[in-house]
């Protein structure tokens, strides 16, 4: 992988939390990832220089944006310095200019600045609205009239806020390839701020999962959804099947654990006995099993009778919400082609594994943990 290019290391105290926020970023799309009011737009405005941070400091390369620290002369360059692009969720475009005179606001004093500014508008496709008001356009004609301007001063990092939250389907996969377009084009530094996990999916080449103002987890998309290595990272990601279980036994091969009656062997991870542990397990890692058939290797462990306790198809799957022998529920989900020969509507009852290479153990506090529901997901 290429030397990072981007350095963000800041802390800022607010009002809900301490924001003490560490990144590095390469040329590429990177998506901060996580609840409203987790500290990603924060983020977005000290690097644009929008707001100044207690300490800390922030670079592109050798050329500091920010610094301050003890033991040196603070820096804080103005934004207009900066080379930073920056796409607000609401587009703020003026409204008393055409979609041209926004985009060549900040070339005013260049030569060949509407010329500039058309040839961008034409790079967004929206070169037949050169002259029309922000009022006369679409959201998603506003949003790309937004990007085109955030271009238009050559920046090296272009910044974007919940860009693709007002936005409809195909507007919003529309400005999906354009982002990816112009990152891959112009080879910029790309931060997009998101709480929506397929514009993560269908735009990110990395993903950071922020959460009360701290990165949790940086990776592929596909990575951390997949395997989220902390339980606050799991939960801001919508990992389903999260549940707490109480470690019994320890050995070089497994973990034996308790989840509230029912005990489950998992893989080995470090561990003492006693201690509470998330846990959890992909909906398409439970296995329904055939009633006449042997089980092999992979299924044998934690076996368990389950109750089917709703059924649902979409998309080309089957989704089932079974209920556990001890009162919890988990969510299976499998092709609608899998498991023909078996009964699977409602109130029947099944017998499922629990793989013990599926089971996951998580790092991190567990006291929030629903009950009986899976955690609300993808």
Do not use: C
Not at 27 to 56: C, N, Q
Not at 123 to 133: F, G, I, N
Request: net charge neutral; charged share 25%.
């Amino acid at each position: 992988m290429e030397e990072p290019v981007l350095h963000v290391d800041l802390e800022k105290s607010l009002d809900a939390f301490d924001l003490r926020l560490r990144l590095e970023v390469n040329h590429e799309i990177m998506v901060l990832f996580g609840p409203s009011g987790a500290g990603k737009s924060m983020t977005l405005r000290s690097i644009a220089g929008l707001v100044t941070p207690d300490a800390g400091e922030i670079r592109l390369g050798e050329h500091v944006f920010f610094s301050r620290h003890r033991s040196a002369p603070p820096v804080n360059l103005p934004a207009r310095k900066r080379r930073v692009g920056f796409v607000f969720q609401h587009y703020a475009l003026f409204p008393h200019m055409t979609a041209v005179e926004n985009v060549a606001y900040s070339m005013w004093r260049r030569s060949g600045a509407r010329e500039r500014a058309v040839a961008l508008l034409e790079s967004m496709r929206l070169q037949h609205l050169a002259d029309r008001y922000p009022r006369e356009m679409s959201g998603g004609q506003q949003q790309r009239v937004a990007v085109a301007r955030a271009l238009a001063s050559e920046p090296q990092i272009l910044l974007l806020d919940e860009p693709f939250s007002a936005l409809d389907a195909a507007t919003r996969e529309r400005l999906h390839r354009d982002l990816r377009r112009l990152q891959r084009e112009l080879g910029l530094v790309v931060l997009v701020v998101t709480h929506n996990l397929e514009d993560a999916f269908a735009v990110g080449d990395r993903l950071a999962v922020v959460r009360d103002g701290e990165v949790h987890q940086v990776g592929s998309v596909e990575e951390v959804f997949r395997r989220p290595t902390s339980f606050h990272a799991a939960e801001t990601m919508g990992v389903r099947n999260l549940f707490q279980a109480q470690v019994k036994a320890v050995s070089a091969e497994a973990l034996m654990v308790d989840w509230e009656g029912l005990t489950l062997e998992t893989p080995a991870h470090a561990a003492t006995v006693g201690e509470d542990l998330p846990v959890y397990i992909r909906p398409e890692d439970i296995k329904m099993l055939y009633p006449d058939r042997g089980l092999s290797e992979g299924l044998k462990h934690n076996v368990v009778e389950a109750l089917v306790v709703s059924a649902s198809a979409s998309s080309g799957f089957r989704v089932l919400h079974l209920e556990l022998p001890n009162g919890h529920e988990l969510e299976a989900r499998f092709p609608l082609y899998a498991y023909g020969p078996l009964e699977l509507d409602a109130g029947r009852w099944v017998r499922v594994s629990l793989r013990k290479e599926s089971l996951v153990v998580l790092h991190g506090p567990v006291a929030s943990l629903a009950r009986t529901t899976p955690a609300p997901g993808r």
